[in-house]
């Protein structure tokens, strides 16, 4: 069923650039149409956190050889901060190219922040996701050829 939904070519490219200096993290995202969007699209920035380790639940017998809680389960992908608005930020759906910068503080919550990843995405009017990119901090991920 996920390969059905897979459109074979992304009518858009992300890139993301990132700094962290002291507490601050500034981050650069780069998005790059190859055909308009019908309407504005959305930016949306998350920043999340990979290799966490807490005990974890168990509700099936079949997982785990059936054990109640399994100790030290890893959870990556754990959103810590959202950098966009909630909804994601309006962007053009047209032109060539956008660029939106932010500037945030790094969040306490964070364990280790080299395990700290921005992830971006634009959505179309619809809500539906057009493209997905992801960069570590501190790093240049470049814009992806489409």
Sequence with gaps: QVINQIIPRATLGLGISSAVSGNTLNATITVSYTQPLSG????????????LYYT???YSSNL???????????YNGVIRSIVSDL????IAGTGTS???TY?????SNISNAANVRLVA???????????VQ???LGTVKNLEAL
Excluded: C
């Excluded at 699209?41 to 290799?51: C, F, H, N, S």
């Excluded at 050889?65 to 890893?74: D, H, K, L, V």
């Excluded at 995405?121 to 493209?131: L, S």
């Design 64 to 74: 785990y050889s059936g054990q109640a809680n399994i100790p030290n389960f890893e």
């Design 103 to 107: 500037s945030t503080n790094l969040p």
């Design 87 to 90: 909804a994601g930020d309006v």
């Design 121 to 131: 995405f634009v959505t179309n009017d619809a809500g539906t996701v057009i493209n």
């Design 40 to 51: 504005n699209a959305k930016l949306t920035v998350y920043l999340v956190e990979d290799k």
């Design 134 to 136: 992801d960069g570590k």
């Design 56 to 58: 974890q639940r168990n």
């Design 98 to 100: 956008v660029t939106k």
